[in-house]
């Protein structure tokens, strides 16, 4: 539903269905592996270093079916099903906007840990993403939401609550007894993504771009750096390294070594990249911002390109800066 001017508003009850579809088929996955892929030897570092399934030969090409959800006064909303594999469907939340001639530019926007791309766009509630999307949409921008395996279901009280049970540490140990990662499958399903959204005439992926908060911005700045189909990232509140005890499935496949946040930021090279923190972040403190973009800006200067990579601290905490420049960056 909606009321001019307003963002559109929905019953969490409504995409239930699509954690739960998710949910399990993830857990499936878990259990049973990807044994019937090849390892990929020609993979980059980085793939072989998150594990599988990005460093196997996939030859599956990703279809997609949509949901219409509603729209407002800034868009039409559609939630997708994307089978990234055979046996897996991810699930998002696409946002065309009025005011764009199609094609549209396409971004990437991921949400933080205990998200959802509903409550990114405020449809579920009040959340610490400051409009983000709504300030890509009113740029011109589509933008795509997928639904990550994060989603609040009794963590926090404070915040929106949803019905489907996981527990994604344990999910990634087992993904790890077969050489695979949560993360890794969820970088894997954000590009199976982009490769079924090019199929879409509505949009432009010529300048596609993505953004990220939190463990949003962790997958997305990963993605951007194994597929250049992505040419500009805005990262916000996480470039602390990437070695954290409170996250053990950071940690790299058995045999390779932690590619830490500023190591990644520079496989981004020379493409456009600008990442924001904030000052008073008690999750991700920018003292370790300061010190990985010392590592990226090397790779940009080697790169001859050194003005493409910015860190900005900006006078806040964990959430997006509610006057971040994310949108007019991304527009290049």
Known sequence: MHTDNALYVENPQKSEYARRIYCDAVTALSENGFAEYEKNPDAPLLAHTLGAPLNLKISHSPTLSHEYVGCDSLCEIFRLRINVLPNLPFFGILFIPHNAEPPAPLCIACHGYLGTPELMYGMHGKNGYSGLIEKLLQNGFAVFSPQLLMWNCGFNPAKPHYETQYNRPELDRCFRKKGAAIAALEIFSILQ??????????????????????YGAYLTMRAMALDKRIQRGFFMSCFDGGDDSRF???QPQPGFNLLRDGEIAGMCSPRPVTVEVGQTDDIFPPSGALREAETAKKAYHCAGEPENFTLSIWHGGHIVNPETKCAEFLKG
């Open 248 to 250: 053990p499935e950071w």
């Open 193 to 214: 993504s982009i490769t079924a959204l090019s199929n879409i005439r509505a949009l432009d992926l010529t300048h596609l771009s993505a953004c990220g908060m939190s």
